[in-house]
């Protein structure tokens, strides 16, 4: 699946190579300024050295901006890569649908189709997107702050150590109960559509023998389903944020307290105090971001698989080695044919059809709903590829089934 998907990033490489780099910059700035903050209260504040104000004061403009100016990058590069891989898929699907003969529409169903070129490609783009940034920066974020931290004081920092530890199993539950949800979320989506789309295209129909309330009561029964997913999977994401305030909440307290008592002993500054407090939420929430972009990237495998499907779906007809272009003679002639649909019921649609029309003879075809008259017709115009003959004739029984 990884390998059909990556190979329609194409032309975007180059933007999908230089967001993570971006991102990485973005986060290398902002783990440095609380670190030149300590400084600054330490070396400038509490020694009362204006110049050292000034000069390492300049530095974290210097840094935010540079931090600024990556991260408006990142995000840049990260949309266009996102969008642009997005477009690559479309196009590439729609591209293959072209080529689908009838069999392999009837394999996926034109909802399913439709769906998997709108809301599926819609999950692969944002979860690409979430990949190249959030993925790369949140890592990147937590391991510079867990490094900081303990080049400041390794005692504290074990604070910071169980606290990842404790969130971390707590964000995991939470995950693996919403993202089951989340599984089961998407092929109700192909229902809605095909709801949508079989009430808009006959809609004739629907007011004739006045439907309306039966459609309604369809389309009613199929949003509930997905609601109800949605629901559940949102009521555990819900629990994301409290249980990440009770231990952000938890290391304050814990830093506050034990950091007062270094600070009174002397091995510990008042700047370095300040610095561990702002890395306690860049931890913190760079594990709460590690735990939404494993959500989204369990949302998109499944969509993922999707969109796999059709990309490396290949037709069931093609034209042979050195195919007929000119009809010499526009007879049609049936001998004893069975037929049943590849992907249907695996039931004969139609069973010993014996059919002969001279060229320019007009036969007409009659019959009632589901008699095969359709089928015969998609024989005809060879809508449909023959897959295997089987003649009985060398049995002596001159019968011949077309299986297609």
């Not at 600054?40 to 931090?67: C, E, F, L, R, S």
């Not at 964000?171 to 809605?192: R, V």
Request: charged share 15%; aromatic share 10%.
């Amino acid at each position: 699946m990884i390998k059909t998907l990556a190979k329609q990033i194409k032309e975007f490489k180059a933007a999908s190579i230089a967001t993570p780099l971006f991102m990485i910059l973005e986060v290398l700035m902002e783990m440095i300024i609380p670190f030149l903050m300590a400084s600054i209260i330490d070396k400038g504040v509490n020694a009362g050295d204006i110049q050292h104000i000034y000069k390492v004061g300049g530095i974290m403009v210097v840094a935010a901006a540079i931090g600024l100016f990556a991260g408006m990058m990142g995000g840049r590069y990260g949309a266009k890569a996102s969008a642009g891989f997005a477009r690559n898929l479309r196009e590439a699907m729609f591209n293959n649908i072209q080529t689908f003969s009838f069999a392999n529409i009837d394999k996926f169903s034109t909802a399913g189709l439709v769906t998997r070129m709108t809301t599926d490609v819609t999950n692969i783009q944002n979860a690409y997107q979430m990949i190249l940034r959030m993925f790369t920066r949140a890592p990147a974020s937590m391991i510079c702050a867990m490094v900081m931290a303990f080049t400041i004081n390794a005692r504290l920092a074990c604070i910071y150590l169980v606290a990842v530890i404790i969130l971390g199993i707590l964000l995991f539950l939470i995950m693996s109960h919403a993202t089951k949800y989340f599984q089961q979320a998407f092929p109700k989506y192909d229902d809605l559509n095909e709801s949508v789309q079989e009430n808009v295209s006959a809609i004739r129909v629907v007011k004739a023998f006045v439907r309306e309330e039966h459609e309604n009561s369809k389309f009613t029964q199929a949003a509930d389903r997905l609601y109800g997913l949605f629901v559940k999977a949102e009521s555990y994401l819900a629990l994301n944020n409290p249980v990440m305030m009770l231990v952000v909440y938890g290391c304050i307290l814990s830093i506050s307290w034990f950091g007062a008592h270094f600070v009174v002993a002397g091995s510990l500054t008042t700047g370095n105090l300040t610095s561990l407090f702002s890395y306690v939420m860049s931890v913190l929430m760079s594990l709460m971001m590690l735990s939404m972009i494993f959500v989204m990237i369990t949302m998109s495998a499944a969509s993922g698989r999707r969109i796999a499907e059709v990309l490396n779906e290949t037709p069931d007809m093609a034209n042979p080695a050195r195919p007929e272009k000119t009809v010499t003679d526009g007879s049609i002639d049936f001998n004893h044919v069975n037929f049943s649909y590849k992907h249907g019921s695996g039931e004969e649609t139609l069973q010993d059809i014996d059919l002969h029309i001279r060229s320019g003879e007009t036969i007409g075809v009659i019959g009632g709903t589901g008699s095969g008259k359709s089928s015969l017709v998609s024989l005809i115009s060879r809508l449909y590829k023959v897959l295997h003959v089987f003649c009985a004739a060398a049995e002596g029984s001159g019968h011949c089934e077309w299986l297609y």
